[in-house]
């Protein structure tokens, strides 16, 4: 299954739940994604059990930095590094011990300068290896007031993906080495000795000393190169000193890259690295970027703080993506697009990628979290915000409608299991903080958010986001603290409603019925926890503050009323609906919740599938409750699949595509039993005509999302045994193999199946 982030290295080192039976992920977004990405939910102690910890203690703040001048001398042959640390600190109290975060790094001096003062030397560096700090003991007290902390370190340049690592490439034929870092989560503490955590803010001036013909990257740009006094083969370059910015954000690059470069209308040099020889599939993430600066410079009403920013593809990475500041890395599949041979799904993803990360160099770096506890809100805002910039750049992706599939219904999915979990917990040593980069605070995060920005109002919500930034930048921030200028800029309970959507896990589902007086429809709405495995009888089911938005018939896409459910149920008037006029809840399929219609709710809702007049988003969001449900036992899936002749003449690809994974889901659970070839020959019937429609070869004029759904329809009737489209795909796959007619990128995917 794939699913969201390739955290996968981290995370398969961490204890999982069973994996849960959610939907296939998506051919939409994912197709290109052959690794698994993230664990789906992630694991939570109390399944299993756990040795007992010792409380976690943040860092005491008696010595705090204000300036981390660093030099890091990396050795790429002997995978070791020299650092040294020159850090001007504050004394809060008088003391006579500094701790800070150190893992793997190998203290060989180090001494405090009280500002004026004599160096005092410390006598002893005790580590405490679980709790990756070391303490700085020294022989007399430092007084309140400012000094500098001097460290002199080597460490090694690890092979395992985070701190400051080793990825290999090759070169004409040659393995070779670059040198790059990975501090998110808790693991800048493996470069240098620091205060690690995002709420402790400093300044860094950095100076890296690598081989003359590599290239060297930081945050900044470079202000300073020289030739490295002791060794003619190597420079010293020195960037600009950074804002006020967290150590997670810290990165730097040593190695062999090709880049291309633009100016982004707004005034900021963008530059894509590449591979050596690669630099032609810099150009599409190039374009993205440049789009996408100006496009949250307008958003936000802030501009982008640096004057630079350099999106690079690195060979061994861990994660997708990761947004440090004016240093953004990507795993190469995350970041280069070859004009020949990438699919347009490869493009998309490309795309969502850059503007995840580079929304985080606002909703992130600039105004950061107050502790990992909010990271939730720092991911989930730059998984919403991402389609917004995506939808922006390129309309014809039919972005908003792919988020659906890809990421509420998901999150729906998980959500709705017994080991799901709140998408804000509680989170202290830094094995925790791993386990919470998942599914939950990802895709339910972005998909609460949406609901937020549906509920504010794209006006207020930008007023909201304005004044946070403003009143946070270069600070830290929790939640409670966007939420109260969101309270503020619209005056309506932002905290409340959404305190029921992140501090409880699982959401309702909204049970509806409908009877006519007169020319009003009275509908009769109540909500309960939905539940995968089935409707439970909880005396103390917990309720969810739900914006509901309902639309008739008369106008699919219009709202006509409006209710904040807050109760376990309630009635709503609707004045003004012909008997024969359809109501549907939740238009635009915002609303974090699923809908369990009457059976004359649902079957008038039909037509409006058939003649197109509900929309994309609507269909696909009927098509997967509906699933959901029978999944669930709720309703039968004889019913289901009832509906699905109402699909006939559906046109849309995420339709098609969360359509088909669900189909895949009943096909598997059929297969080995006498079902299997009866819902085999359901979805060839269901799928030929369209099949038939877009046939194998793209036609002129055709756009991106013809390009996925021809895609997605012959993979599926192949998958089905659909013997002319088997016979023709061998036909094709031998001609390509023999090199007479090579396949389009758009269809290989769907062959290699
Ligand atoms: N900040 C994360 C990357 C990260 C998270 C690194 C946790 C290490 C630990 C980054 O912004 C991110 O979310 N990356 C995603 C891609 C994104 C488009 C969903 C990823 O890595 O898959
Ligand atoms: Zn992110």
Known sequence: MSCRVSLSVIRLALPRNPTPIAKPVSLTLRASRLLVRFNSVSSVSTLFSMPERRPFVRLPTDVYPVNYGLRLKPDLVDFTFEGKLEAAVEVTQGTNQIVMNCADIDIITASFVPDGGE??????????????????????????????????FVGELNDKMKGFYRSKYSSSGEVRYAAVTQFEATDARRAFPCWDEPAIKATFDITLIVPKDRVALSNMNVVDRKPYAEDQS????????????????????????????????DGVTVRVYTPVGKAEQGK???EVATKTLPFYKDYFSVPYPLPKIDLIAIADFAAGAMENWGLVTYRETALLIDPKNSCASSRQWVALVVG????????GNLVTMEWW?????????????????????????????QFVSADYTRALDLDALDNSHPIEVDVGHPSEVDEIFDAISYSKGASVIRMLHNYIGDEDFRKGMNAYLLKFQHKNASTEDLWECLEQASGKPIAAVMNSWTKQMGFPIIVVDQEQHGSDRVLKISQKKFCASGPRNDE???????PISICTSEDPSCTKTKILLDQPETTVNITNVAPDHWIKINPGTVGFYRIQYSSAM???LLPGIRDLTLLPVDRLGLQNDLFSLARAGMISTVEVLKVMEAFVNEPNYTVWSDLSCNLGVLSSLLSHTDFHEDIQEFI????????????WDSRTGEGHLDALLRGLVLGKLGKAGHKATLEEARRRFREHVEGKQILSADLRSPFLM
């Open 119 to 152: 160096e005092i030397n410390a006598t002893g560096f005790n580590y405490q290896n679980e709790d990756e700090k070391v303490t700085l003991c020294f022989p007399s007290t430092l007084q309140k007031g400012s000094g500098s902390l001097k460290i002199d």
């Open 234 to 265: 190597l420079v010293e370059v020195k960037f600009a000193t950074t804002p006020i910015m967290s150590t997670y954000l810290v990165a730097f690059v040593i190695g062999e890259y090709d880049f291309v470069e633009s100016q982004s209308s």
């Open 284 to 286: 599409f993430a190039l």
């Open 356 to 363: 995840h990360e580079l929304a985080h160099q606002w909703f």
């Open 373 to 401: 506890t909010h990271l939730w809100l720092n991911e989930g805002f730059a998984s919403w915000i991402e389609y917004l910039c995506v939808d922006h750049c390129f309309p014809e992706y039919d972005i908003w409608t």
């Open 540 to 546: 103390d089911c917990p309720n969810w503050m739900v």
């Open 602 to 604: 649902l079957e008038s």
């Open 684 to 695: 060839r019937d269901l799928f030929t005509p369209i099949g038939m429609k877009l046939g």
